[in-house]
């Protein structure tokens, strides 16, 4: 069979797929567009099997909503994962007709191509979409700036832009600092393992999950009533007064980053944890015979061999501070001064409808992540991750 295939021109090879293809992609569109489909193919799928009773009350009274819906995915998937086989074929055979020169030219294209289309669309294209929005939409006609003046002015968007800023320096600080501070204790000890997943376990948790938790933790109640929250239940029984943490200003904006850190921690260490055990032992023996004590090892030999892992993981880390949203959003709503601009972009698209300002925010965003993305991919070439 092998042979005979072989020995068949490639001209009817590429017809015959090409006539395959038409015929996959002409049955999937009609299947998924006919509302009967999915009870005439499950009624032949019961006359196959020789359940011809069920096949007839199938083609009377149809199927559930849930089978018809898993048979439409299985068809789907089956006619992607096919059809994009023989569209690769039919190019495959199509290049091999050409001369040699230009099948070392396009047959890279032909499997490269479709995946950098499918990039292009749906990362370049969001892009100039919203860049144009942002130009166009909510201002007085034509293309202007005028969104752009509105968030470089107005008074609420500052303090976006300010509580941003500490995001930012803290909870990336922090969470890089105490991660490092975490990993090089935790190798010191004798359950590493078990100390490494209580300090991982809060990663596992979504942000809304941990801003949920929190929000108990932070739970406040008038003096003289019942505290439910930690802090306070336990601010109280020592006598002090309870405090409001996610109202106050602007204790409350640092409550919040104190959940990002909580959260960031586990990640950071872990990837320090890593860092740390591969620096060379000949090294660290070295700097203690020429006299380093730990603080001069630590600080001088240690971390400007972990420089590299300390920068990725503090620019990881930038960018999730950057776009927090969650933590906000579920603890205060962006209110008592604690909104970020991820959280004034959503309250501007989803509850003003005003997308011209929304996609300026999300520019803005994309403006400033562009160069901590760029120093990242810098920091793994030379490190030897990337190319």
Do not use: H
């Not at 989803?350 to 562009?370: D, E, K, Q």
């Amino acid at each position: 069979m092998k042979e005979r295939l072989a020995k068949t021109p490639s001209w009817v090879r590429g017809v015959a797929a090409s006539l395959g293809t038409l015929a996959l992609f002409w049955f999937g569109l009609d299947f998924i567009s006919d509302i009967e489909g999915p009870s005439r193919l499950w009624a032949n799928i019961l006359d196959v099997f020789g359940a011809g009773d069920a096949a007839e009350e199938v083609r009377k009274r149809g199927i559930n909503e849930t089978l018809a819906k898993g048979l439409i995915s299985v068809v789907a998937i089956f006619i992607g994962t096919v059809g994009v086989w023989l569209l690769y074929l039919i190019a495959n055979l199509s290049i091999d007709r050409l001369a040699a020169s230009w099948q070392t030219r396009l047959r890279p294209l032909i499997f490269v191509g479709p995946a950098m289309a499918v990039l292009g669309f749906f990362l370049v294209y969001p892009i100039v979409s919203t860049t144009w929005t942002s130009l166009t939409e909510d201002v007085d006609g034509g293309v202007s700036l005028e969104n752009y003046g509105w968030a470089l002015t107005d008074e609420s968007l500052r303090i976006a832009f300010r509580n941003n800023l500490l995001w930012l320096v803290f909870a990336t600080g922090g969470s890089v600092v105490l991660g490092l501070l975490v990993a090089t204790l935790v190798d010191r000890v004798k359950r590493e393992a078990l100390a490494k997943t209580f300090i991982f376990l809060p990663l596992a948790i979504s942000f809304v999950g941990a801003s949920v938790i929190w929000k108990f933790v932070y739970a406040w109640r008038p003096e003289g009533a019942e505290q439910i929250g930690i802090l306070n239940a336990a601010a109280t029984t020592a006598g002090f007064e309870p405090v409001a943490w996610t109202i106050e200003r602007p204790l409350n904006t640092f409550a919040l980053i104190l959940i990002m850190v909580w959260l960031q921690t586990g990640f950071a260490m872990v990837i320090f944890s890593a860092a740390l055990k591969n620096v060379p032992g000949e090294v660290i023996e070295a700097a203690r015979l020429d006299g380093a004590n730990e603080f001069q090892l630590f600080f001088r030999v240690v971390l400007p061999m972990i420089r590299g892992t300390i920068i990725t993981v503090g620019t990881t880390v930038f960018i999730a501070v950057l776009k927090v949203f969650d933590v906000v959003f579920v603890m205060t709503g962006g209110r008592f001064d604690t909104e970020v601009v991820a959280n004034r972009m959503f309250t501007e698209m989803f509850t003003f409808r005003n997308f011209g300002r929304a996609s300026t925010l999300a520019v803005l965003l994309l403006v400033v992540v562009a160069p901590i993305m760029v120093l990242n991919v810098r920091n793994l070439r030379q490190q030897g991750f990337a190319q």
